[in-house]
């Protein structure tokens, strides 16, 4: 498999742990005093049922794995965890209630979770309110930090900037040439601000590109009859979509059948494994990161640790959603183990794990994770095109052509907004 990337890798490595040796974060002169818990209860809040349940399951499995894992070594500290488990699914005002039962009665420690924004959104002013560590593994609103800053909230993957800027710089890698874009996309927030990060941004590197259509579905909608009836007229190169669940693969089902995908490129940003086993061949996928095959496993130890032990564990690959949840708790994790370390060895209170989090570098399946001081993660992002081959070891489908955009190049940098940043690029960038 051969990989591109288009900055060096230790550069951007180097920048991330030179920051983090110089000790941007300031720590008190002293250390309170917090007595050691018996065990720390995290609750991990993910869709359990309804539509959305599939695409959480790789999550929630792999919290009860790392949970599992990390006890047996002995927990965080001599500190056990104890995961509880709770449904996302719900209206926004039934997760706030939601929180604050997890909080003042449960006594959770910490909560991780919430895939759908309007949650998180709702949720983060409530973590503030009751000073408690809150992690979001999605949440792919990139709204979040520049609406407001948070001392409680961190979100420890890259959101919708990343997944639809690499996009458009993997769709004009592959296709110089480009004349013509399209987007199919759910009707709400997340779908309209994929598609306008990703059409600011190839107008933005190259301004003769036309677009064509602009076509909006309801959520989850499984219909695409008049949809691909309108594409296969208006003949895009490219046509983006970050649809995702039972819509995404309805699209690509019927799309396949009426020769969609041999007159346009699909761009696919936030598909799951069961998806890329129907794709055609030549679809690009998918800017979440598609983490069985980069960092490659039969490469990098890590990932192939936790791709084995997932499988032998649950009888199946892990999806994104799995490798997003494994960046969450290992954050965690390190979190703790840099605050303990401040604190000579004493254990540390939530706002001393919330400096031990700011300014972090941290290692996951996936690879080298920074965490900024806006508490926002940032990482590669990588992108392929798909073959129709199985690897030999693993049986996930084979990307070709693959491309990994490094963090500086595919996030807007502290103190700026995703979209002001990308109307602030001269033209042919």
Known sequence: MKTRRSFGWLTIVGVFFIILAFGLTVWPSSVSAVPKPKEMKIAIVQFLSGAAAPHDASAVNTA????????????????KLKGIYVDEGGSTADKVTE??????????????????SAHCLGVAPVAEELKTLAIFQVCANYR????????????????????NLSAALYVLDMNPDLKTIAGLNYDYAYGRDSWEIFKKAILKLKPDVKVVGELWVKFLATDYSAEIS?????????????????????LIKQGKRRGLFKKSMLVATTGL???????????????????????????????????????KKFGKLPDYQGHFMAQAIYALKAGYKKAIQFNKGAWPSTEDVILGMENLAF?????????????????????????????PEFGYPVLENMRVYPAVQVNNPLGTKAVEWIESWPENK
Request: proline letters at 6%; a negative charge.
């Open 273 to 311: 494994l069961p998806q890329a086993e129907i794709l055609p061949k030549g679809v690009a996928f998918s800017g979440r990161g598609y983490h069985l095959q980069f960092p490659d496993p039969h490469k990098n130890p890590a990932n192939y640790a936790f791709i084995e032990s997932y499988r």
């Open 64 to 79: 009860k794995l790392l949970i599992e894992q990390i006890n047996a070594a002995g927990g965080i500290d001599g500190v």
């Open 99 to 116: 929180f604050r039962r997890l909080v003042q009665d449960e006594k959770v420690d910490v909560v991780i979770g919430y895939t759908s």
């Open 144 to 163: 979040l930090f520049e609406q407001r800053e948070y001392k409680y909230v961190f979100r420890t993957s890259a959101h919708a900037l990343s997944e």
């Open 363 to 391: 290692e996951t399946p996936r690879g080298p994770v920074f965490i900024r001081q806006d508490h926002q993660a940032v990482h590669d992002s990588m992108w392929g095109l798909t073959t129709g081959e199985l690897d």
């Open 230 to 250: 309108r594409l296969l007229l208006l003949k895009p190169d490219v046509i983006q979509t970050v649809n995702w669940g039972a819509g995404l693969t309805a």
